[in-house]
């Protein structure tokens, strides 16, 4: 059995690390490898290493940061299929699914590939007589990221390549349940030529998360996960007087009208519901069926979830694979029962899934409950399973409010053919990513990732011009080069553009 170790200062070390944790393959049940979990001592060892490299790699050029930028992203290109095969063994997604995770990662690594256009200032020439004010930013200097399960490539991604490429240094502390991926990436940086120290990775729990959120050093904290552990990570390290940005949890709704093509919205409900075993924070969990539409949704919907093809990631067969532990599938298959008991209808049932030659996997079938009402747990929760619920409004109106007083605000989306119900609904709604035919709208990594509501923690949204906003902080320079014969003596008003 292989142990899984830090990367710390270019190189693997257990470091201080006493305690090591299981990590399973979710489609067999088995253990494959085991994690060491860091302690303090670890963090700071990672911390030390990353503050020793910020000195130099802050004052690279900017030539020489996108030059490993480049060669960064020709590696992570090359190496799309053991990246993703790693996932789908530790995290237990389908192959096609891990690969598209590592290309939604790719196209931040593109983005931050053009930091030099990015990270151009602003110059006003002869704001004053004689006297010029120009603008720059300038990089933090160590940045750490606590990142999730469910996507152990693309989520550390939004934050790390936008860090470096600004001239930042980076620890990240990956989730347990997945860690191989990032030590893999974690040598692809130094296969590109990135300096030792620039990028360290720090597996852990609780203990490795706290000592960075109180770490001195540490200038600024990215986080996605649940929207508990979001507030804690955003009080925490604000009050070490940190930067933070702290991405929650979600409870994300589709609005289905009377005038969409029900079987093109059902399709991608579907995908969006059950796609990643709905363990993603832009899954569909609610669809909302407006009036008319209720009915033959819910037949459609669960002709499609009986469809799923449902087993291991590395199968190519499979559409969906199992969820990442069985406390997971557990907690998922307890919701789907108390959503029965409170009175919701059953169309598909997922519970206790056996796919044959994994009767050990962790397996949740893709499961859709209708009548629904917002009082249930199983619309409260957030599920994090291939659990879609059927919820009925009278009209749009009404399905706005209900998506509004929901306290989550991370995606939503609506099916229509009407382009002014579609506009009603995308300035109606108190949500930060909005789909108008589509379900998932992860926007492109030339934009910024987030939500409102207890989706976010912090002002500032991830990858995309905030993402650049957030890694760095700006300087204004006000400048005067007068002739010395010229010069006048200084005035004791205050200054004025005369």
Not at 226 to 255: E, M, W
């Amino acid at each position: 059995m292989t142990t899984i170790e830090h990367w710390i200062g270019g190189s693997f070390t257990s470091g201080a690390a006493t305690r090591r944790a299981p990590v399973h393959n979710p489609a067999t049940g088995a253990q494959q490898h085991e994690v060491v979990l860091a302690e303090s001592a670890d963090v700071d060892a990672a911390v030390a290493a990353a503050r020793t490299a910020f000195e130099s790699w802050s004052q690279a050029s900017l030539s020489a940061r996108t030059k490993i930028m480049f060669n960064f992203r020709e590696l992570v290109n090359a190496n799309v299929k053991p990246l993703a095969e790693l996932v789908s063994d530790e995290h237990g997604k389908v192959l096609s699914d891990a690969a598209g995770e590592v290309q939604r990662g790719l196209e931040v690594i593109e983005f931050a590939c053009g930091i030099p256009q990015l990270l151009k200032g602003e110059y006003s020439d002869q704001a004053s007589t004689g006297v010029d004010v120009f603008s720059f930013r300038e990089p933090l200097g160590v940045c750490a990221g606590i990142t999730p399960f469910n996507f152990p490539v693309m989520v550390p991604m939004w934050m790390y390549p936008v860090a470096i490429a600004c001239g930042n240094t980076f620890v990240l502390k990956p989730s347990e349940r997945d860690p191989s991926a990032s030590n893999y990436i974690a040598d692809l940086w130094r296969q590109a030529g990135l300096p030792d120290g620039v990028f360290n990775v720090v597996h852990g729990d609780k203990t490795a998360v706290d000592a960075l959120l109180r770490h001195p050093d540490v200038a600024a904290v990215s986080f996605v996960g649940s929207t508990p552990i979001a507030r804690y990570i955003h009080q925490q390290a604000s009050a070490t007087g940190k930067r933070v940005q702290a991405l929650g949890g979600a409870k994300n709704h589709a609005i289905i009208l009377p005038d969409a093509d029900l079987e093109f919205a059902a399709n991608h409900l579907a995908a969006a519901a059950f796609g990643s075993a709905g363990e993603r924070c832009m899954a569909i969990s609610a669809a909302v069926a407006v009036g008319a539409a209720g009915d033959p949704l819910a037949d459609i919907l669960t002709r499609k979830a009986h469809e799923v093809v449902v087993g291991s990631g590395r199968d190519p067969k499979s559409e969906m694979g199992p969820v990442v532990t069985a406390a997971a599938r557990d907690r998922i298959e307890s919701l789907i029962g108390t959503g029965e008991q409170q009175g919701a209808k059953l169309l598909a049932d997922g519970r206790g899934l056996q796919v044959p030659g994994f009767e050990n996997g962790f397996f949740v079938g893709p499961t859709v409950i209708d009548q629904v009402r917002t009082s249930m747990d199983v619309y409260t929760e957030e599920i994090f399973g291939p659990v879609l619920s059927v919820v009925r409004s009278d009209t749009v109106e009404a399905a706005i409010d209900l998506i509004n007083a929901n306290p989550y605000g991370n995606g939503t989306a609506i099916f229509t053919s009407s382009g002014e119900a579609a506009r009603r609904f995308q300035r109606g709604v108190r949500v930060g990513m909005i789909g108008i035919n589509v379900p998932i709208p992860v926007p492109m990594a030339y934009y910024s990732f987030g939500g409102w509501k207890d989706s976010l923690f912090g002002d500032k949204h991830i990858h995309g011009p905030e993402g650049v906003s957030f890694y760095t902080r700006g300087k204004v320079v006000t400048s005067r080069w007068p002739h010395v014969e010229a010069a006048h003596g200084a005035s004791m008003h205050f200054p004025t553009a005369s």
